[in-house]
């Protein structure tokens, strides 16, 4: 998995709490990504990171905030988690742009009741 | 909003079989990547085809581009039991813009 590790792998909440869900890389790629997979959906970038403290937002940001201080860290914080934010969380990086390959994390598992 | 359309949705085979996925697309592309992703795991890059390219081999895998068409489609030969994975295409169109995935194409390969 290329040196992606995320934390945790599988989260049960409640609804209104906050949750950050971690990814972490080993590679120093400049690039990272938040993901979520919904069955029916595929796969949509919720918030990227170009470099430290800078980030965007992808298609399915709402909800979602990011912060990355380090080049290995990436977070993905849900203020206050609501039941359509259950889905799996996959990270990703990318060595130096968004058109080349990208090496994925195990993804994390999030359930919010 | 999706850009690549896998086809088909699902594909069962029998070991040694080829397997054919499709992807269509509707916007211009710089390239266009596949990926697998086995159950319960992340998504592993299988290969990466480039705008001006029309053909690319990698091992068992053949994948090819019509811009024209804007379709795509990924050849595995002889496959075997270990293919059974989920793949996904997905399309760089370019600009700063982010790489946008496919719902995928569900191989099951039977022993």
């Known amino acids: 998995d290329a040196g992606i590790t995320q934390s945790p792998r599988h989260k049960v909440t409640e609804t209104g709490t906050p949750v950050t869900l971690r990814c972490h890389q080993t590679e120093n790629h400049r690039y990272m990504y938040w993901y979520r997979q919904d069955p029916g959906h595929g796969l949509r970038l919720i918030h990227y990171s170009y470099g430290v403290k800078d980030t965007d937002k992808g298609e399915v940001s709402d909800g979602y905030s990011v912060s990355r201080s380090k080049t290995e860290d990436f977070l993905l914080t849900l203020e206050s988690a609501t039941s359509s934010q259950t889905s799996v969380y996959f990270c990703?990086?990318?060595?130096?742009?968004?058109?080349?390959?990208?090496?994925f994390g195990p993804g994390t598992r999030l359930t919010v009741l | 909003s999706q850009q690549g359309e896998e086809d088909p949705q699902a594909l069962s085979i029998q070991e040694g079989e080829n397997a054919t996925m499709n992807c269509s697309y509707k916007t211009s592309i710089n390239n266009l990547q596949w990926y697998r992703q086995n159950s319960g795991r992340g998504l592993v890059h299988l290969i990466l085809?480039?705008?001006?390219?029309r053909e690319k081999h990698s091992g068992r895998l053949r994948v090819t581009l019509d811009t024209s068409k804007k379709s795509s489609s990924l050849l595995i030969t002889a496959s075997r039991a270990a293919d059974t994975a989920s793949y996904f295409c997905?399309?760089?169109?370019?600009?700063?813009?982010?790489?946008?995935f496919g719902k995928g194409t569900k191989l099951s390969v039977k022993p």
């Open positions: 997905a399309t760089y169109g370019g600009s700063q813009g982010n790489l946008i």
């Open positions: 085809i480039r705008s001006n390219e």
């Open positions: 990703a990086t990318t060595l130096s742009g968004n058109h080349n390959e990208q090496f």
